[in-house]
């Protein structure tokens, strides 16, 4: 009969045990390491293509000249620069007086501020990055360059899990060197602010309608609160959640409080600026009232544009799904209504809205339509079709094919090449004897622009130099140039106000064609020729528009007999967008 050993059952029951607990946990230890390295290897993924992507900005800004250029490829450019140079020195002032007093003040010596007519977030902004960096020209492109990035990146992201990570790339490449986008990144504007949180708002809410948690509705409010807070034209995200709720058919988070709150935020984030600043934003509109012919002439504007991002993006995409074999997800219907959303909120923004036609304010709807071409391509690749195209094209002619398209648009990009008001500039600074002169700028508002920046770049004991615009103090006329009329009837009478202030200064530009020439730019001609003993010409130097050179066109004149002058008090009319006058107390006063 067999004998029980215990000590020897137990230890043998021990080696048994315990290499079964060993082999339990060995794969969940792998599994772990797995996973860390998967994390790992994302996110250095995500860094090169983000590093891919800013190092493209920066070609296509560097081949666009835009860091050789001045703040005037747009009207809007200077004005978005003296804004944010004034937060700056603001913040770095460290009084902390009255910021309305402040920013009234800085708008008298440098007029071209234009807090109020835009709301304050893309300000702070920039004020932010000056401190973090510097005021320099090219400082705040390189804001514009990472901005640009950050939208071509959001896109790979929004499509990394559900198409090939090289399919991804393509669509953050479309959007990136979209010809829209590659004009506004070389320029210092607020639209490629609003075009990211836009998309951002948009991805955030189709999250909200696939996990339904409160958290992505809030995130939601805030982002659409910043871009309402960065620029108006952030009402085409009035219409995402109303198509994707639809679209989604999650008809019961109507009843929740969750999506209530996303819009109580915007309201209360954004309603006191814009209750306020009303009046100022409708006297920027085109016209009072859209009409039909404006609809009618929008529509075939805005459809030319959006035909020709399409035209762009779409072959790229089209070849792209020619050259992977894996598989695509089906597109999210939260997702796809968001972005439909979003692309119809910008339709009807520029249709409805009678602004000027500028096909920057197609900028949100690039990257939404560009990731719902992907998944248009990627449906068409499915079809029985599609793949015998396929077969008949190998994948590196299609690859081949792709670079060609996307170095062709950055290669047939327009040229900023814009310029020389700078020089002008420096050498009135440098000049001791105009430390404490008035100097007045006459040019269209892209020239006007350009100088005031450059003044603003270059003064050390900002706010110091006074700079009068000629459209501002010869003439009365709109933001945009409507209901112009001159405050002067003859030579003699403007003559007679530049002594008044005393103007010491003027810098006139002859770079415009003649037809272009304002009736205030002329009589300060016919003031120049007709009294020739009062003026002394200074400089004459070339100006540059769009790459054209115009030599000898900017002449920098000092008025004869104003200078050391004491200054009178300086009145500027701001009724339009202010309600009332601003003055410049002098010394006389």
Known sequence: MPVCNLETDTEVASTITFPQQDARQEPQSNLQSIERNRRSHARLQSLLIFAFLLG???????????FYSEFGWHPDESAHYITGLMVHDYIAAHHFSSPVAYAE???????????????PFFYALEGAWMLAFSTSRFSMLFLMTCTTALLGFLVWRSLRDRVPAAMALVAGLAVVTSSEIQINSSMLMSDMLVALLCLAAALTFAQYLKTEESGWAVLFGVLSALAFLTKASAICLALVPLAAIAG?????????????????????????WYARMNHGNQSTMAQPVITPDYFFHAAAFYGIGLAKIAGVAFPALFLATLSWDEEFSAIDRGLAWSLAGLIGGVILTVLLIPAALERRYLL?????????????????RRRAA??????RIPAVVARLAIAAIFIAAVVLAPVKGVGGFDQVAR????????????SLVASDAVGEGMFVSDVGMDDKQR???????????????AWIGRDYRSLFDSPEELLSYLDSVPVVLVVSDHSMPEHLYLPHEKLLDQAIQKYPSRWRLLSESSVWRDGVEYPKALRLYELLGNE??????????????????LQLRGDRD
């Not at 599609?386 to 077969?391: A, G, H, P």
């Not at 130099?465 to 459209?471: A, E, F, P, Q």
Request: charged share 20%.
């Open 56 to 66: 493209l900005a920066l070609v296509q800004q560097w081949h666009a000249r835009a």
């Open 105 to 119: 003040n800085y708008y008298l010596h440098y007029p071209k501020v234009a807090l109020g007519h835009w709301p």
């Open 248 to 272: 989604a058919r999650k008809w019961h988070l109507l009843r929740r409080g969750s999506l209530w709150s996303s819009a109580l935020i915007i309201v209360v984030a954004c309603g006191p």
């Open 364 to 380: 949100p709807a690039i990257p939404a339509l560009v990731i719902l071409l992907c998944y248009g391509c990627a449906s068409l």
């Open 386 to 391: 599609m793949i015998r195209v396929r077969n």
């Open 427 to 438: 050498r009135i600074l440098a000049d001791a004897r105009f430390h404490d002169s008035i």
């Open 463 to 477: 706010p110091e130099h006074i700079v009068l615009r000629g459209s501002k103090m010869l003439a009365d006329v």
């Open 564 to 581: 050391g002058q004491p200054h009178r008090t300086i009145i500027l009319d701001m009724k339009r967008m202010l309600q009332r006058k």
